[in-house]
């Protein structure tokens, strides 16, 4: 079995010994419910290629199933069975109504055209059709690593060519463009959510006493591994937002450092344009690929793909706490002895729940076929003004225009969804926090975000009465 698949079942086993829920309702949660697994042609100019994809649902003890697709040449079926796995617990943990699912893609989509990707993108969609594999109340995939909203809209297009008048059709699919049918805020609701998670437990004095920290992100140092939708969303909003220092970033052209801390927008903004950092001013190039993993900082943030800290690195790792933002970043020598040593790691199936959460709300307005805001927001804010002239006539004073412009204003769907995202992490936090707070002998926060899970999902499995 995978090093991958290996640790998620480890974890799983860690946190069922602290629950009491029945030995077989156990093992019906921990392994996948449906793999399936095709090979397909795909016709490139004269020749075809035949390519190898997948589509795991893990668990159907909630519907649809929901997660990501991934696009990538280390595409393997226990990767993405382990994927498909962390996504039901990720979605009962942070109360997202969803069953866990997964798919993979064996390409490189670096290596393909546009036409090329859509092309298997389309070939896929189909092949899940006729397997009843997608579908608004069946399964419901999303973009991951190698995918984002462009692949999500020809899914969409290609599943409404097959389904002609079914009614939530859009809710096929969630991380689409905005124009079609998307939600505001899925983008950066990732690496959003990460920023939130890691603000929360920042917060917390006697764990910041612990590693020797002061409470809050204000001037914390952060180095982040991985710039692609993840990674980059987090560190601009930890940059802006948290005031955190981002002082070493890795991508594949390299470690780059600045004690000082980055200019992460103007960084972000020189990556999109020139295609790499090399070059980008703000900063200084170490000598290896992966120097910075190493450096000194307050958080290190991994953000791209499974195993990137392991048995080889692990002792070089000198952050005190590790946020998760990626799935499966620590393999579990690792994850036993960063913990070990007193690091703090904040777990992926809590961390980076929050593009799961936005995809739920996604998927909320697509089947409900109405914008958020949309309704209350002119009511909202007439309702304010109200009171501001009634405040105003009863004090005789005067608000100032600002303020007044700023209380009025009623919430746009960005507002909404961030608010949501925002609530949604920050009580799933708590509630992981807890567990992890009054069980003697639970150690970890993986531990107790997977306790927090099982009792969730054995409950509703409880409640559909498969296992009286
Ligand atoms: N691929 C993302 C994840 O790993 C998002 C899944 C989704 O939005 O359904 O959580």
Redesign the pocket.
């Known amino acids: 079995m995978s090093e991958f698949l290996k640790s998620v079942y480890r974890s799983f086993d860690k946190a069922a010994q602290f629950t009491n829920i029945h030995k077989g309702l156990l093992e019906q949660i921990r392994v996948s419910n449906a793999v399936y697994r095709i090979n397909f042609p795909v016709r490139f100019g004269n020749s075809y290629r035949v390519i190898e994809a997948y589509r795991v649902q893990h668990s159907h003890h909630r519907l649809p199933t929901?997660?990501?697709i991934r696009y990538s040449p280390t595409v393997n079926q226990e990767e993405v069975e382990a994927?498909a796995a962390?996504?039901t617990y990720?979605c009962a943990i942070v109360d997202v109504p969803f069953g866990g699912a997964k798919g993979g893609v064996k390409i490189n989509p670096r290596e393909l055209s546009d036409k090329q990707l859509e092309r298997v993108t389309r070939r896929y969609t189909m092949e899940l059709l006729r397997r009843n594999f997608i579908g608004p109340a069946i399964d419901?995939?999303?973009?991951?690593y190698g995918t984002g909203p462009k692949v999500m809209a020809w899914i969409l297009d290609t599943y409404m060519t097959f389904k002609i008048g079914e009614l939530n059709a859009a809710a096929c699919v969630?991380?689409k463009p905005v124009a079609q049918q998307g939600i505001r805020g899925r983008k950066e609701a990732?690496g959003r959510g990460v920023y939130y998670g890691l603000r929360e437990y920042m917060q917390l004095k006697s764990e910041m006493k612990r590693l020797g920290l002061t409470p809050g992100t204000k001037g914390k140092t952060v180095v982040v591994q991985g710039l692609g939708n993840v990674g980059s969303h987090f560190a601009r909003i930890a940059h802006e937002e948290g005031e955190m220092k981002i002082i070493g970033v890795v991508e594949m052209e390299g470690s780059f450092y600045n004690p000082d801390g980055i200019d992460i927008p103007a960084l972000l903004r020189y990556r999109k344009e020139k295609g790499t950092i090399e070059g980008f001013e703000g900063v200084q190039k170490l000598p290896k690929q992966d120097d910075a993993l190493y450096l000194e900082c307050d958080v290190l943030v991994p953000a791209a793909l499974e195993g990137v800290i392991h048995s080889g690195n692990m002792k070089k790792i000198k952050a005190k706490i590790i946020a998760e933002a990626a799935?499966g970043p620590l393999t579990m020598e690792a994850d036993d002895f960063l913990t070990k040593k007193g690091v703090a790691i904040l777990p992926d199936v809590y961390l980076?729940?929050g593009?799961?959460t936005v995809?739920y709300f996604e998927w909320l307005k697509n089947i409900s076929h109405v914008r958020f805001g949309r309704l209350e927001k002119r009511f909202q804010e007439q309702h304010s003004g109200q009171m501001i002239d009634l405040i105003e006539e009863i004090t005789g004073k005067r608000v100032t225009k600002r303020d007044k412009q700023f209380i009025i204003k009623g919430a746009d769907e960005i507002d909404i969804v961030r608010s949501g995202l925002e609530e949604t992490m920050v009580t799933a936090f708590y509630q992981v926090y807890e567990v992890f707070k009054r069980r003697k002998h639970v150690n970890d926060l993986r531990t107790a975000a997977f306790i927090t899970a099982l009792q969730k999902i054995a409950n509703d499995y409880l409640a559909l009465r498969i296992f009286p």
Do not use: C, E, I
Not at 140 to 144: E, I, L, N, Q, S
């Open positions: 929901k997660g990501g994927l962390l996504m990720k419901v995939p999303a973009p991951d969630t991380g990732t799935n980076n729940a593009g799961v995809s």
